[in-house]
């Protein structure tokens, strides 16, 4: 009997899906908040690529916008935390809309409620995918501008595509064995991410180069009027702002990874918040102050870089550089194992095609970590930080107004409701939620498109859109493949409970 002709399905594709399924898509828990702050605590240097670009907008008042936008973090973070208690096995933003957003036993072929929850992971994908490429961008500038000998026999580009070669290649054979090998070099790259930091941004206070008058003397541009262009740029600005300095979500992506979802993702998320809320308001103080609004405008890519040579001289800036270089390591790090989870749990759900939810036998989707670096030696190539930064920020922007909007579904929804909390926001927060899901959709969205179109770089915008939007094809290609392996299984179990299987 020829079984394809009489089911109409396609057996050899069906048991290559059963396969996929059953090799093992669980990530293990193997880690405490301790090891999931040391991987996302290097979400302060995400502030880098953008204090030149902030401070030529908004002059002194950049300082003000990252003060708001972690706080912004607090009020949108206080959800993700209850979300990720709520459904524990969840990996972050892309885990708690596809679990809300979905349809309980739904037995049709496509699950539009699923596109929902899917396009939103594939958002926050979008959203933590190009961090690689930007931060392999900063070393290669940096290394340009450091090393002579270097930028005599290569471009800055060159040391860019090399050093993205070389990190990504070396991360995937570090969080090989499992995520906990990359808290262990967490560990240490946090220290060096810290160590320059603080000293860059604490020294000039100590040998008087810091001057409060270049701070209190330029608060805004003196054309600046609040009509509504500056209301708009100013919610680009925010969009942009926020996907450094609310960033601090990622620690919750390590749900199903926590030994203890329940009590390590609030000590996780919530320290790491606080480091953050010192952290983007000192730095970008301490530039300001040292360097004048002038001064930024001379450096706009590397601004630490004068600061330091200001503070600590050639040889001590030299080496503080180099560590920050060692720690870029870190946030590229954070970046990777996000963006490689949300690829996988995309997989697990359904709404990408399930060979990227395959793991190795250490619970790691390396698959997913091959493309995620690939794709990134890619976006190398567009060569300014802040245009794939503006690119990826419409990802964030979508990524969260939606995943705020699962909160509010998950409040209200009678079948999400009864769920067992052990982490919850105070009363109320669902309005709350609701406000900040609106402030980044529509208003943020709107902004940052706006913002790309006065700075002249609609290429920003239609890398973003285009990114996005293929992701509407692998759905349709994901649910098809899931409704072909569900009508497989069906059938062996019809074929098996009559005795007629040869």
């Known amino acids: 009997m020829d079984s394809n002709k009489e089911?109409?399905?396609?057996?050899?594709?069906?048991?290559?899906?059963?396969?996929?399924?059953?090799?093992?898509?669980?990530?293990?828990?193997?880690?405490?908040?301790?090891?999931?702050?040391?991987?996302?605590?290097?979400?302060?240097?995400?502030?880098?690529p953008s204090i030149g670009y902030f401070a030529g907008w908004l002059w002194s008042a950049a300082i003000i916008v990252w003060g708001l936008s972690v706080f912004q973090g607090f009020m949108q973070n206080l959800a993700y935390g209850e979300l990720a208690t709520t459904f524990p096995k969840?990996?972050?933003?892309?885990?708690?809309?596809?679990?809300?957003?979905?349809?309980?036993?739904?037995?049709?072929?496509?699950?539009?409620?699923?596109?929902?929850?899917?396009?939103?992971?594939?958002?926050?994908?979008?959203?933590?995918?190009?961090?690689?490429?930007?931060?392999?961008?900063?070393?290669?500038?940096?290394?340009h501008s450091l090393f002579p000998a270097l930028s005599a026999t290569f471009s800055q580009y060159q040391l860019s595509l090399a050093a993205g070669i070389v990190i990504f290649g070396a991360?995937?054979?570090?969080?090989?064995?499992?995520?906990?090998?990359?808290a262990v070099v967490g560990y240490i790259l946090a220290a060096l991410a810290f160590i320059p930091l603080i000293i860059i941004a604490v020294v000039p206070y100590i040998t008087g180069d810091f001057v409060l008058a270049n701070i209190t003397g330029t608060w805004l541009p003196t054309d600046w009027v609040w009509d509504l262009n500056s209301i708009l740029i100013l919610l680009g600005i925010f969009a942009m702002a926020q996907w450094s300095a609310c960033a601090w979500e990622t620690a919750a992506i390590y749900g199903p990874e926590y030994k203890n979802p329940g009590r390590d993702v609030p000590k996780a998320l919530f320290t790491c918040g606080a480091i953050c809320l010192l952290?983007?308001?000192?730095?970008?103080?301490?530039?300001?102050?040292?360097?004048?609004?002038?001064?930024?405008?001379?450096?706009?890519?590397?601004?630490?870089?004068?600061?330091?040579?200001?503070?600590?001289?050639?040889?001590?800036s030299t080496i503080a550089i180099v560590m920050l270089i060692a720690a870029m390591v870190l946030i590229i790090q954070t970046a990777y194992l996000g963006s490689a989870r949300a690829m996988h749990s995309m997989a697990v759900e359904g709404n990408l095609p399930r060979v990227f939810g395959k793991v190795n036998s250490h619970g790691t989707p390396v698959l997913a970590m091959v493309i995620i670096g690939v794709f990134n030696l890619a976006l190398i190539?567009?060569?300014?930080?802040?245009?794939?930064?503006?690119?990826?920020?419409?990802?964030?922007?979508?990524?969260?107004?939606?995943?705020?909007?699962?909160?509010?579904?998950?409040?209200?929804?009678?079948?999400?409701?009864?769920?067992?909390?052990?982490?919850?926001?105070?009363?109320?927060?669902?309005?709350?939620?609701?406000?900040?899901?609106?402030?980044?959709?529509?208003?943020?969205?709107?902004?940052?498109?706006?913002?790309?179109?006065?700075?002249?770089?609609?290429?920003?915008?239609g890398v973003g859109m285009i990114v996005l939007a293929l992701y509407i094809p692998m759905w349709y290609y994901s649910q098809?493949?899931?409704?072909?392996?569900?009508?497989?299984?069906?059938?062996?179990?019809e074929i098996k409970g009559s005795g007629t299987l040869q």
């Not at 405008?297 to 040889?315: C, K, T, Y």
């Not at 409704?483 to 069906?490: F, G, I, K, L, N």
Request: proline share 5%.
């Open 7 to 48: 089911t109409g399905v396609d057996w050899h594709h069906a048991e290559q899906c059963a396969k996929v399924v059953c090799e093992s898509s669980e990530l293990e828990r193997t880690i405490d908040w301790k090891q999931g702050l040391a991987i996302a605590v290097g979400v302060p240097l995400l502030i880098l």
């Open 90 to 143: 969840a990996s972050g933003l892309p885990g708690f809309a596809q679990n809300v957003f979905k349809t309980p036993n739904y037995k049709g072929k496509y699950d539009k409620s699923k596109l929902i929850g899917g396009f939103s992971a594939w958002s926050y994908w979008f959203a933590w995918n190009p961090v690689l490429a930007i931060f392999a961008i900063l070393v290669g500038f940096y290394l």
């Open 171 to 182: 991360l995937i054979v570090i969080n090989y064995r499992g995520v906990s090998s990359g």
């Open 279 to 316: 952290a983007f308001i000192i730095v970008q103080t301490t530039v300001t102050g040292v360097l004048g609004i002038d001064g930024i405008a001379n450096a706009p890519i590397d601004p630490m870089l004068p600061v330091a040579q200001i503070a600590l001289g050639d040889m001590g």
């Open 381 to 461: 190539s567009m060569g300014t930080p802040t245009a794939i930064l503006a690119a990826s920020a419409i990802g964030y922007v979508c990524a969260n107004g939606i995943s705020l909007f699962a909160y509010v579904k998950a409040k209200a929804d009678p079948h999400l409701s009864g769920l067992d909390r052990p982490f919850q926001a105070p009363s109320g927060w669902k309005n709350v939620a609701l406000l900040f899901g609106l402030f980044n959709l529509p208003l943020c969205l709107i902004g940052v498109i706006y913002l790309n179109s006065v700075e002249g770089s609609w290429f920003s915008t």
């Open 480 to 493: 098809h493949e899931t409704h072909v392996a569900r009508q497989a299984e069906v059938i062996q179990d």
